[in-house]
């Protein structure tokens, strides 16, 4: 267990929907990343925060936003979503503003399937 | 921009000793990751390069050329439990990007 909770474990919607996906990150780490995984497109990142500010933005589509709260929990929102989002979305934590040392910690993932 | 290049898949036996490369193109380097991820789950951290050289932990080793923009993971004593997919990580900046992974069979 990495400390690191993501929910829902699983989310089945229909295209043009929004869905919300949450990540409580491990206690004591102020920064959160998100990944999409899709079997053709590896790991790809979409955005780091730190401490409640945006600290990095990868291949984020415009559909797609996120933020992360006082209490450092973080939300994905997608909408208007398209068979092509269908993917395992992965959160990960850690202490600092940068992974440094390699201590980025990944949650279990949301499996997004749209139908 | 960010380029991470490893190879798609790789087969190896059991007990051998098997090496992952990955070469990278980055304006920025802050560090250099290796990832496991077995099928369906979480990635888990293995190794980190920040400085050229060799890094060993256990039957696992990396090493880093930052001139050359290339890295390579070393697998020793491979056990079936190591047939994985293995991915190669660049920090720059403040995001961590992933290669599209290495997917690795262990056989018998």
């Known amino acids: 267990d990495s400390g690191v909770t993501q929910t829902p474990k699983h989310l089945i919607t229909a295209t043009g929907q929004r869905v919300t996906l949450r990540c409580s990150p491990r206690?004591?780490?102020?920064?959160v990343y998100w990944y999409q995984q899709s079997l053709d497109q590896g790991l790809q990142f979409l955005i780091h925060y730190y401490n409640g500010e945006e600290r990095a933005k990868g291949n984020i589509l415009e559909r797609f936003s996120a933020q992360q709260f006082p209490d450092l929990h973080s939300e994905l929102n997608l909408s208007s979503l398209e068979l092509g989002d269908s993917a395992l979305y992965f959160c990960?934590?850690?202490?600092?503003?940068?992974?440094?040392?390699?201590?980025?910690?990944f949650g279990e993932g949301s499996r997004l399937t749209v139908l | 921009g960010q380029n991470i290049d490893q190879p798609t898949e790789m087969t190896a036996t059991e007990g051998a000793i098997v090496q992952i490369n990955c070469t990278y193109q980055t304006s920025g380097f802050n560090g250099l990751f290796w990832y496991q991820q077995h099928a369906g789950e979480a990635p888990t951290f293995l190794s980190y390069n920040v400085l050229d050289g060799l890094e060993e932990k256990g039957r696992f080793s990396s090493f880093l050329s930052r001139s050359k923009g290339y890295s390579y993971l070393l697998l020793k004593e491979l056990q079936m439990k190591d047939s994985a997919s293995y991915l190669c990580?660049?920090?720059?900046?403040?995001?961590?990007?992933f290669g599209k992974g290495t997917s690795l069979l262990v056989t018998p």
């Open positions: 990960a934590s850690s202490a600092y503003t940068r992974v440094d040392t390699g201590e980025l910690f």
């Open positions: 206690s004591g780490d102020l920064s």
């Open positions: 990580a660049v920090e720059s900046g403040y995001a961590l990007n």
